[in-house]
């Protein structure tokens, strides 16, 4: 497979989003979903509206998310609403959270674990899905970039727990009794949620027709937690850039490259977050995505700050 091409700002600014959108080469048509994670009530490294309003407000997309499988504030549609308005996406854009009237079956190609992918129903008003990730580390994936956020993150609230359970329940309630005993301590054993993953990511990416679809990774507020807690660890990597991509697979592995060939410093401390993603075994995603013909790990990079 040829090298992918990922691009690359330095520019953390509403304008610097834009700019790397526009490299892309691929402008967003029809009805446009922007797929971000909201963040959960108590945290505060997510995307902010500030940030992100100016690419929403430019190919007139809707913020689009999914209910959480976990107990939080954005469990149920009613509390999920009044943490987005808390966080200010209303005053940016219209949001919508797609499971908040069912869910739908979608193929996958790679069904090792999961046989199908179960996504909030409201996916069949979009024609495009930008891809609006934020990279940081997560307690059960290791790290959290595009893919997750395409698969957890696209996933209804039965849905993820589809895919953390490796496809052995399709209850929310009844998928954390079906995690396999020591995952938390051997990474190996979490490698069917990490396939799982894999997996559901493309079926989104196919249901778009892969070219209705792009991809962006903002790498700001780096902390070892994900968007979805609530009281997140504070960063200890200093801002990167944004980066983006057509191929999922390789803008991931980008941003990994970044964290890992990171000169450490006394203000740019990687080791917490290198240690979550081994712990997890959290690289094994885009190497599984690869393997199921998702993308490539090998990639060309265009920096735009220096066009």
């Not at 301590?185 to 679809?213: C, L, T």
């Not at 991931?252 to 990171?262: G, H, I, K, T």
């Not at 997890?280 to 735009?304: F, M, N, Q, S």
Request: glycine residues 10%; charged residues 25%; contains cysteine.
């Amino acid at each position: 497979m040829n090298k992918a091409i990922v691009y690359f700002t330095r520019e953390l600014t509403p304008e610097g989003l834009v700019r790397i959108y526009e490299a892309l080469g691929r402008p967003a048509k029809g009805r446009v979903a922007v797929k971000i994670s909201t963040g959960e009530a108590g945290g505060h490294n997510y995307l902010k509206p500030e940030l992100i309003g100016a690419l929403v407000k430019k190919v007139d997309g809707t913020i689009v998310e999914c209910n959480t499988a976990y107990e939080g504030q954005r469990m149920e549609t009613a509390d999920h609403l009044k943490v987005i308005e808390d966080h200010g996406f209303n005053a940016i854009a219209k949001v919508d959270i797609m499971d908040a009237d069912g869910e739908i079956r979608i193929p996958v190609r790679d069904s090792s674990w999961i046989k199908y992918d179960i996504v909030g129903d409201h996916i069949k008003n979009y024609d495009f899905m930008i891809n609006l990730a934020h990279f940081k580390g997560h307690a059960m994936g290791g790290f959290g970039g595009v893919l997750k956020n395409q698969s957890i993150g696209v996933a209804s609230r039965n849905g993820k727990g589809y895919i953390h359970s490796a496809g052995k329940s399709e209850d929310y309630r009844t998928a954390w009794d079906n995690l396999p005993e020591g995952w938390e301590d051997d990474p190996r054993k979490n490698d069917p949620f990490i396939e799982s993953m894999a997996s559901a990511a493309q079926a989104v990416h196919d249901y778009f027709g892969g070219d209705r679809i792009l991809y962006i990774d903002v790498m700001n507020n780096i902390s070892i937690d994900c968007d979805c807690d609530s009281h997140p660890a504070d960063p200890t990597i200093q801002d990167i850039g944004i980066a983006a991509s057509l191929d999922p697979v390789a803008l991931d592995r980008f941003c990994l490259d970044q964290v890992f060939n990171l000169e450490p410093s006394p203000e740019n401390d990687n080791a917490a977050l290198l240690e979550r993603i081994r712990q997890r075994h959290g690289i094994h995603i885009v190497d599984h995505a690869e393997k199921i013909g998702l993308g490539t790990t090998k990639y060309t990079v265009v920096d735009i700050d220096k066009k």
